[in-house]
């Protein structure tokens, strides 16, 4: 959103091939009310070596909604963010609302979005990954 907000601030159009979904915040900054949109989570951290093991995440107001990024072997995940806050009680896999969630989810990644990204590694990057995140403080 920081470079739709900038760009809008500027007086400028956002390019068609801007490429992002970002949205101007300059109705929000003064004052207007904005409709609610899923925030989109990725996490990689430690996992950076190991893509299948990389997990999505749509969050609302309400819920949370996690699954593989790339390996759809991954168990999903849903959280009601009311009643458990801190995300203990996966309702996965009974839940009737994870069709829902499953289907903004897909709205918001299309699965075109994460079919171009490399799953493998070479050694070299690897070991250039271990020396940043040990710069970085990260790893020992």
């Not at 956002?14 to 929000?28: A, C, E, I, M, Q």
């Not at 009311?82 to 996965?92: I, V, W």
Request: hydrophobic share 35%; net charge negative; with cysteine.
């Amino acid at each position: 959103d920081i470079g739709p907000t900038l760009l809008d601030l500027a007086g400028v159009p956002k390019p068609d091939d801007f490429g992002t979904d970002g949205r101007s915040l300059v109705p929000f900054l003064a004052g207007d009310a904005m409709e609610k949109v899923p925030a989109y989570v990725e996490a990689t951290g430690e996992n950076l070596k190991t893509p299948t093991r990389w997990v999505a995440s749509i969050r609302t107001e309400e819920m949370k909604y996690c699954r593989g990024l790339l390996n759809e072997d991954m168990p999903e995940e849903l959280y009601d963010l009311a009643a458990d806050p801190t995300e203990q009680r996966n309702l996965a896999p009974d839940d009737p609302r994870i069709e829902g969630m499953r289907h903004r989810f897909d709205e918001i990644v299309p699965a075109q979005a994460t079919s171009d990204i490399e799953t493998t590694l070479t050694e070299k990057e690897i070991e250039d990954l271990d020396d940043t995140l040990r710069a970085l403080g990260y790893i020992e």
